[in-house]
């Protein structure tokens, strides 16, 4: 089940919970093949609220990133509605769009703060305005509401009580970001987006005309390296944050982490060319990766089958 908001067809508004919570299941599943991959780890009874924040996400994500032949000014109007919805559902009201009625149930049930879900809405509608980022600073206004409030309520959704965790949640959350933002230059240019900072682009040398072009030479390689470096050092940092989750929660986590920085890896063993191909992870690797981090821990697997909400 692909979104298509600009599409103008309406999502079943008579599904149940559950049934929402399927569609929620399906979303994620097309739309993030890493994402969908880990999550299947999860608990059962964690497994659909894994999905429901993904397919909020991603409903937002495709009003900007999608939006066929609407304008900007359509796609603000758009993401405004959706976000007035959004807090219709989660304050209790009932809403026709059947991935709210899941993700509502899900921020009740999960302790996910009101504010996280505006922070978020507020980076989507950054991307109808703001099309290039002059530092890395000015980049971070960006990625906190798009990626580092994702791991804090993806914290709540695991039931992380411990505060200390938030920090390292929040990294993770940037640093999958920044993995994909590499791997999808060539996409976001042909959006009119750049999402490395233009102080890097200058340090460099290196233009938004080779940008264009897909230039991949010494100075290219030089840039690519220095934010393949910055996305590890967050890597790193986040992993100090595990042991913060519970119990039985922590493999699939250690999983995303592992695949989605060794895209990293990919973009390096194709010398650093991201715009003739994409870096992409076969399954056999995925399994590997998730054997091996399961090998890592057996304790963690055994308790994934008596994890309790």
Not at 45 to 61: G, S
Not at 129 to 149: H, I, K, Q
Not at 270 to 286: H, L, N, Q
Request: net charge neutral.
């Amino acid at each position: 089940m692909r979104l298509d908001p600009a599409s103008g067809v309406k999502l079943d508004g008579g599904l149940s919970l559950a049934e929402s919570y399927e569609l929620c299941r399906q979303v994620q599943k097309a739309h993030s093949r890493t994402y969908y991959f880990s999550t299947q780890f999860f608990p059962p009874h964690v497994r659909p609220r894994v999905h429901a924040l993904y397919a909020f996400m991603r409903y937002a994500d495709e009003i900007v990133d999608n939006p066929g032949v609407t304008s900007l000014g359509e796609q603000l109007e758009g993401l405004r509605a959706f976000e007035l919805e959004t807090m219709a559902a989660v304050a209790g009201e009932p809403v026709a769009n059947p991935v709210l009625r899941a993700y509502a149930d899900t921020v009740r049930k999960s302790g996910i703060e009101p504010a996280h879900i505006a922070a978020f809405m507020e980076s989507m509608k950054m991307d109808t305005r703001v099309f290039r980022y002059a530092t890395y600073r000015d980049l971070e206004v960006y990625t906190y509401g798009s990626a580092a409030v994702v791991g804090l309520m993806m914290c709540r959704v695991l039931g992380v009580e411990d505060r200390r965790a938030d920090p390292h949640a929040e990294a993770l959350g940037v640093a999958m970001q920044l993995s994909n933002f590499l791997r999808d230059m060539a996409e976001d240019w042909r959006r009119g987006r750049v999402y490395l900072p233009l102080e890097d682009l200058e340090r460099f040398g290196y233009r938004e005309g080779d940008l264009a072009a897909g230039v991949v030479d010494g100075r290219f390689v030089a840039l690519m390296r220095f934010q393949i470096d910055r996305a590890r050092e967050l890597y790193a940092f986040s992993e100090e944050g595990i042991k913060y989750i519970p119990p039985g929660r922590r493999w699939p986590v250690v999983v995303a982490r592992e695949l989605y920085a060794g895209i990293l890896g990919r973009i390096e063993a194709r010398d650093y060319d991201v715009f003739s191909g994409r870096a992409e992870t076969s399954r056999p690797r995925k399994l590997f990766v998730a054997a091996r981090c399961a090998a890592r821990d057996p304790r963690e697997i055994l308790a994934r089958s008596t994890a309790h909400r």
